[in-house]
C-alpha cells in the first residue's frame, strides 16, 4: 500500500494537523505535562508535609539507585516477572491459537470458554486468586489436606507469592495472545500448508518450518508490546500481595506508588517512576528496532 | 489448515483412542481456565458460614448480592464505571480513528514525529505520569470529577488504539478514498465516509477492546478520584483491606463486576477476532 500513500503538500497540512489535534492535546495536557511536573518534582524535597519544595538536585535520584530494596529485590522481581509472564503467556497462547485454528466439535465454545480471563479485571482475578490459595479457607489447601497433604501459606512465602502472581498474570494475558495469533494464523496463506500436507510432512515439521516463521512478525509485535506493558504491572501485585511478605514481591510501580503515597514522599517517588520510565523507554526502543529488523526481512 | 489432519495428534492411538483423548485434554484445558470464575460464582453464592467451610452443606443462598445491591456505594460504583467506560470509549475512538488514518495515510516529517511520540508514550509506565497527574488534576480543580478521570483515561488509551488504528487502515486500500475526491469530496469527506466505514470492523474490535481497558482498569482509578467518584475496581480492593474477611460479599460485587464485561465480550469476540485479522 505504501506506494499510493504520498507525501504531504503544503493544502493537506491544515487536514493533517487536524486529525491529529485532539490526540496530541490530550497527550501534552495529560501526559507531557504530567511528566514534566513529575521530573521537576523529582530533584525537589517535595513531601505532603513539607511543602516549601526546595531544590535538592540529584538526591532522589542517588537515593533510589543505591537503595537495596530497589537494586537487589525491586529491580530483579520486576525483570524476571517480565521475562517469565511474558514467555508463558506466549507459549500459553500459541498453543491455544493452534488448538482453535482447528475445526472439531464444540470448537466455538471452547474458544468462549478460552476467552474468559479477557474479560476479568486484574483486580478481581487477584481477589480470586488470594481467596483460592488462602491458607485457612482457600480451595487448595483444603484439597491437599483432604488427600492428605500439607497445607502452604501460599501467600505469605516469597516464592511461592511470587509464583502465584506469575500464574495470576499468564492466566490473564493468555486469551490476548491467542486472540492475536489466531488472528494472525487465520490470515496465513493457505497453499503452502496444504503442499506440506500432499508431502506428508509431520505436524511438528509444519509448525516449525511453515506456522512459526510466518508467524513471526505478529509474535513480535506481541511480545513487545505485553513486555512493556508486564514492566509497569501493578493491580494485581498490589489486590494478591500488596508487595509482601515484607516487601519481597514488590514490583517497580509498586516501589514508586509505596513511596509517593504511603511514604507521603513525592520527589523520591517520582525519581524512583523516572528511573523506572528511563528503563523501560531503552528496552522499547531496543524492541522497536528488533521489530522493525524482523518486519522487513 | 483442515488439510493437514492426517499425522497430527498421536498417530499411535486408534482413532476413538484419540478422540476421546484429544476430548478429554480440551475439556481439562477449559475447565483449568474457567475454575477460578466458577469458584468465584461458587463462593458468591454460598452463605456466610458456608463460605468458609467447604464441606458443610450445599446451601445456596442469594443474600450476598441481595446485601451487596444495598450498599449505595457499590451501586453508585457500577454506574459509575459503566458511564466512565462508555464515554472513554466513545471519545477515545474520535481522537484515535482519525490519528491512526493520519499515521496511515501519510508519510512526512509530521507523521513520522507523531508515530515517534506516540511509541514513546506508549512504553511510559503508567506510574510515571498518573503519580504528578493527582497533583496536575487537583490543581487544575479536576480532581475527584468525571472530566479528571475521564480525560486520563482518554489519553492512556491514544498511543496503543492509534497505533492499533494505522495496522486496520493500512491493510484497507486507500484508492477508494481517492476515487471519491475525484468525485468531488472534500479530504474530511472522503475520510469519514469511505474510509471510517469500510474500518468499521476495526472500529467495533477496538470499541470492545476500549471498554473492556477501561472497566478493568484500576491505576488510574486508585489514583484519581477520591469518594466522589467511587470506580467499582477500587471499591473492590478496599474490600480486601478494611472489610476483613467478608469472601462472600467480595465475590457477590466481583461476580456483578464480570456481568457487563462478560456480555460485552461474547457478543464482542466476533467483532475483535474479525477485526483483529484484517
Avoid at chain 1, 276 to 283: F, K
Avoid at chain 2, 57 to 85: H, K, P, Q
Avoid at chain 2, 112 to 122: D, H, K, L, M, N
Avoid at chain 2, 246 to 269: D, E, H, S, Y
Wanted: with cysteine; aromatic share 14%; charged share 10%.
Amino acid at each position: 500500500m505504501s506506494a499510493s500513500r504520498r507525501p504531504m503538500f503544503g493544502e493537506q497540512q491544515r487536514f493533517v494537523l487536524l486529525l491529529i489535534a485532539p490526540a496530541a492535546l490530550l497527550l501534552l495536557l495529560f501526559q507531557v505535562v504530567p511528566i514534566v511536573i513529575g521530573a521537576n518534582a523529582s530533584f525537589r524535597d517535595w513531601a505532603l508535609y513539607n511543602p516549601k519544595k526546595t531544590w535538592i538536585g540529584f538526591d532522589h535520584y542517588v537515593a533510589v539507585i543505591t537503595d537495596p530494596a530497589f537494586l537487589y529485590v525491586v529491580l530483579p522481581n520486576t525483570f524476571l516477572f517480565m521475562v517469565l509472564s511474558v514467555a508463558g503467556a506466549l507459549v500459553a497462547g500459541l498453543m491455544l491459537a493452534l488448538l482453535l485454528n482447528r475445526p472439531f466439535r464444540g470448537q466455538k465454545l471452547v474458544q468462549t470458554i478460552l476467552l474468559v480471563p479477557l474479560m476479568v479485571a486484574p483486580v478481581i482475578a487477584a481477589i480470586m486468586i488470594r481467596w483460592i490459595f488462602n491458607d485457612q479457607f482457600g480451595i487448595v489447601n483444603v484439597v491437599l489436606e483432604a488427600i492428605g497433604l500439607e497445607g502452604q501459606p501460599w501467600l505469605v512465602q516469597r516464592w511461592s507469592a511470587f509464583g502465584i502472581i506469575l500464574l495470576t498474570d499468564i492466566w490473564l494475558w493468555t486469551p490476548w495472545f491467542t486472540l492475536l495469533l489466531l488472528a494472525g494464523l487465520q490470515s496465513l496463506p493457505k497453499e503452502p500448508f496444504e503442499a506440506a500436507a500432499i508431502d506428508g510432512t509431520t505436524t511438528w515439521r509444519v509448525f516449525r518450518f511453515l506456522t512459526l516463521p510466518m508467524l513471526r512478525p505478529v509474535i513480535v509485535v506481541c511480545v513487545v508490546i505485553r513486555a512493556i506493558d508486564a514492566f509497569r504491572t501493578f493491580d494485581i501485585v498490589w489486590t494478591l500481595t500488596g508487595g509482601g511478605p515484607g516487601r519481597s514481591t514488590e514490583l517497580f510501580s509498586l516501589y514508586a506508588y509505596v513511596h509517593a503515597f504511603l511514604n507521603l514522599d513525592l520527589g523520591r517517588g517520582s525519581a524512583a517512576a523516572i528511573v523506572g520510565g528511563l528503563i523501560i523507554l531503552v528496552i522499547g526502543v531496543v524492541l522497536y528496532r528488533l521489530v522493525d529488523r524482523i518486519a522487513k526481512a | 489448515m483442515a488439510m493437514v489432519r492426517r499425522s497430527e495428534f498421536l498417530p499411535w492411538l486408534p482413532p476413538i483412542g484419540r478422540k476421546t483423548l484429544f476430548a478429554l485434554v480440551v475439556a481439562f484445558i477449559c475447565f483449568a481456565f474457567a475454575f477460578p470464575v466458577l469458584w468465584l460464582i461458587l463462593t458468591s453464592l454460598r452463605p456466610e458460614s458456608g463460605v468458609y467451610y467447604v464441606h458443610r452443606g450445599t446451601e445456596f443462598t442469594l443474600l450476598s448480592f441481595a446485601e451487596v445491591l444495598s450498599d449505595e456505594r457499590i451501586v453508585a460504583a457500577f454506574l459509575n464505571s459503566a458511564l466512565i467506560s462508555t464515554l472513554a470509549t466513545v471519545f477515545s475512538l474520535l481522537v484515535t480513528v482519525s490519528s491512526g488514518y493520519m499515521l496511515s495515510r501519510f508519510t512526512g516529517p509530521a507523521s513520522r514525529i507523531w508515530f515517534g511520540t506516540i511509541y514513546v508514550f506508549r512504553c511510559v509506565p503508567y506510574i510515571s505520569w498518573v503519580l504528578p497527574l493527582y497533583f496536575v488534576t487537583q490543581s487544575w480543580g479536576i480532581y475527584d470529577t468525571y472530566t479528571g478521570l475521564l480525560l486520563p483515561h482518554v489519553a492512556v488509551h491514544i498511543c496503543f488504539f492509534s497505533w492499533l488504528m494505522k495496522g486496520f487502515f493500512d491493510g484497507i486500500d486507500p484508492s477508494m478514498e481517492y476515487a471519491a475526491m475525484i468525485d468531488g469530496c472534500t479530504r474530511w469527506g472522503a475520510f469519514i465516509r469511505v474510509a471510517v466505514p469500510s474500518a468499521l470492523p476495526a472500529i467495533s474490535a477496538l470499541a470492545v477492546l476500549c471498554w473492556l481497558f477501561t472497566w478493568n482498569e484500576f491505576l488510574f482509578a486508585l489514583i484519581l478520584t477520591g469518594n466522589r467518584v467511587p470506580m467499582i475496581t477500587v471499591v473492590m480492593a478496599q474490600f480486601v483491606t478494611e472489610m476483613g474477611l467478608r469472601w462472600n460479599l467480595m465475590a457477590a460485587t466481583a461476580v456483578m463486576a464480570l456481568v457487563p464485561a462478560f456480555l460485552i465480550a461474547l457478543f464482542g469476540q466476533k467483532y475483535v477476532i474479525r477485526g483483529l485479522r484484517i
